[in-house]
């Protein structure tokens, strides 16, 4: 018999209210899905809440809960893991944080969040004056990357730090840039807090010289001269998933901040050509990714980001579109996957409003076709539909060992 295998396949945000524009459906119900009501049909179903009812959850906690992790207990901010997924090596007890280049007048008050959208190539060169910057604090380093366009991450490594202190992103214009702030009494918060700050003065005295800021002056552009600081993090002190279920794990995410959960927990993160983590991204490179990867893994999890972003868009058709592209690109995988052997669930990280814009607290559909499952009767994978399904309702930390159960991979409890 061969082994048995899992894909599991989030798309960020699928989940919806009813949408006016929609007749009152959810982009799920509006759009076309042969293959996601198959799914659905040949599966068991059920809803689920990320984190807890009524809880709207970030990308990074539903996606730490949906590998299994209590994100409660095991969450320890954005920075560190959008660092991990930008490719900067983060260490235990590194403090990061996401940055951004910014515009600021002599006052210091933020006159462009993003320096103009500033391009990569300009950047690019600012970060890498702004990593000789010398840092005086004894035993304390520190790395700067830039990554996409004004998009940047900041690593403080050094005995005692903490990430417990505030943004110096007011993260508004016409606000000034605010002081770093402990945000307990502990040294370490004082700490790591005195080193951003320092930081930021050190970096925005570099930039407002650097000839990079000089010529975009020239060229009628607005100076990067400012970095701002925000969501203190560090790697959340887990287990991986290897050592938990003994399975090897790997990821198809283009998305930096999901990307540094799967490294987070031991997974490995496979580049794919076209992967863009937009509403053009390539979808059936990163099914045929993921194909490739179920040969080697026992586990394969598979993110699309496009749902999403046409939610916080507040385009519902746009929305809808995304879900037939991923459609589509279900099928290839049921093609391409023998589900004698291979389970495929689907689901959502949350529920993103194409009314509000925003991440909501309300459960998202999930469906688990494969060779044993206890088919129940739902036919159409939407929110409403699964909601009468075998599963009925379970929580994001509960889909982890359902799967592995599945897979053999949990050990029994008691005698
Ligand atoms: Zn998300």
């Given at each position: 018999?061969?082994?048995?295998?899992?894909?599991?396949?989030?798309?960020?945000?699928?989940?919806?209210?009813?949408?006016?524009?929609?007749?009152?459906?959810?982009?799920?119900?509006?759009?076309?899905?042969?293959?996601?009501?198959?799914?659905?049909?040949?599966?068991?179903?059920?809803?689920?809440?990320?984190?807890?009812?009524?809880?709207?959850?970030?990308s990074d906690t539903?996606?730490?809960?949906?590998?299994?992790?209590?994100?409660?207990?095991?969450?320890?901010?954005?920075?560190?893991?959008?660092?991990?997924?930008?490719?900067?090596?983060?260490?235990?007890?590194?403090?990061?944080?996401?940055?951004?280049?910014?515009?600021?007048?002599?006052?210091?008050?933020?006159?462009?969040?993003?320096?103009?959208?500033?391009?990569?190539?300009?950047?690019?060169k600012l970060a890498?004056?702004?990593?000789?910057?010398?840092?005086?604090?004894?035993?304390?380093?520190?790395?700067?990357?830039?990554?996409?366009?004004?998009?940047?991450?900041?690593?403080?490594?050094?005995?005692?730090?903490?990430?417990?202190?505030?943004?110096?992103?007011?993260?508004?214009?016409?606000?000034?840039?605010?002081?770093?702030?402990?945000?307990?009494?502990?040294?370490?918060?004082?700490?790591?807090?005195?080193?951003?700050?320092?930081?930021?003065?050190?970096?925005?005295?570099?930039?407002?010289?650097?000839?990079?800021?000089?010529?975009?002056?020239?060229?009628?552009?607005?100076?990067?001269?400012?970095?701002?600081?925000?969501?203190?993090?560090?790697?959340?002190?887990?287990?991986?998933?290897?050592?938990?279920?003994?399975?090897?794990?790997?990821?198809?995410?283009?998305?930096?901040?999901?990307?540094?959960?799967?490294?987070?927990?031991?997974?490995?993160?496979?580049?794919?050509?076209?992967?863009t983590g937009t509403?053009?991204?390539?979808?059936?490179?990163?099914?045929?990714?993921?194909?490739?990867?179920?040969?080697?893994?026992?586990?394969?999890?598979?993110?699309?980001?496009?749902?999403?972003?046409?939610?916080?868009?507040?385009?519902?058709?746009?929305?809808?579109?995304?879900?037939?592209?991923?459609?589509?690109?279900?099928?290839?995988?049921?093609?391409?996957?023998?589900?004698?052997?291979?389970?495929?669930?689907?689901?959502?990280?949350?529920?993103?409003?194409?009314?509000?814009?925003?991440?909501?607290?309300?459960?998202?559909?999930?469906?688990?076709?494969?060779?044993?499952?206890?088919?129940?009767?739902?036919?159409?994978?939407?929110?409403?539909?699964?909601?009468?399904?075998?599963?009925?309702?379970?929580?994001?930390?509960?889909?982890?060992?359902?799967?592995?159960?599945?897979?053999?991979?949990?050990?029994?409890?008691?005698?």
């Amino acid at each position: 018999m061969p082994s048995l295998k899992a894909v599991l396949v989030i798309a960020d945000g699928m989940a919806d209210r009813p949408v006016k524009e929609l007749d009152w459906k959810t982009p799920l119900e509006f759009a076309r899905k042969p293959t996601l009501n198959r799914i659905a049909e040949t599966g068991i179903c059920g809803i689920l809440d990320p984190i807890a009812p009524g809880i709207p959850p970030g990308s990074d906690t539903a996606t730490l809960a949906l590998l299994g992790y209590d994100a409660v207990k095991t969450y320890s901010g954005r920075g560190a893991l959008e660092a991990l997924g930008s490719n900067v090596k983060v260490l235990p007890g590194d403090v990061a944080f996401r940055c951004n280049f910014a515009t600021v007048n002599q006052n210091q008050t933020v006159l462009d969040r993003r320096a103009g959208r500033i391009e990569n190539r300009d950047s690019q060169k600012l970060a890498e004056s702004l990593s000789q910057v010398k840092l005086k604090t004894p035993n304390a380093r520190f790395l700067f990357k830039s990554t996409i366009q004004h998009r940047a991450v900041l690593v403080i490594r050094g005995p005692r730090l903490s990430a417990n202190i505030s943004d110096s992103d007011p993260g508004t214009t016409g606000e000034k840039v605010m002081d770093a702030k402990p945000l307990d009494d502990s040294p370490e918060a004082k700490l790591t807090a005195r080193i951003v700050n320092t930081l930021t003065r050190e970096f925005h005295k570099c930039l407002t010289s650097h000839p990079v800021n000089r010529e975009r002056v020239k060229r009628g552009l607005p100076p990067a001269n400012m970095i701002l600081c925000r969501g203190a993090g560090t790697l959340p002190n887990v287990k991986s998933l290897a050592h938990i279920y003994g399975i090897k794990t790997s990821c198809v995410a283009a998305t930096p901040l999901v990307r540094g959960v799967c490294r987070a927990v031991g997974m490995k993160t496979i580049d794919v050509q076209g992967a863009t983590g937009t509403l053009q991204t390539d979808y059936l490179a990163k099914a045929r990714a993921t194909v490739q990867a179920l040969r080697s893994n026992d586990f394969v999890l598979l993110h699309i980001k496009a749902t999403d972003v046409a939610s916080h868009d507040s385009k519902a058709k746009q929305k809808a579109e995304a879900i037939e592209k991923l459609d589509n690109m279900l099928n290839y995988l049921i093609e391409h996957v023998d589900l004698n052997s291979v389970y495929l669930a689907v689901t959502a990280d949350h529920t993103t409003s194409s009314a509000t814009g925003n991440h909501e607290g309300d459960p998202v559909p999930i469906a688990i076709t494969g060779p044993s499952v206890r088919r129940d009767s739902v036919k159409e994978y939407d929110e409403r539909s699964c909601a009468g399904g075998g599963l009925h309702r379970i929580r994001g930390v509960d889909l982890m060992p359902i799967l592995m159960n599945l897979l053999g991979k949990t050990s029994k409890f008691g005698a």
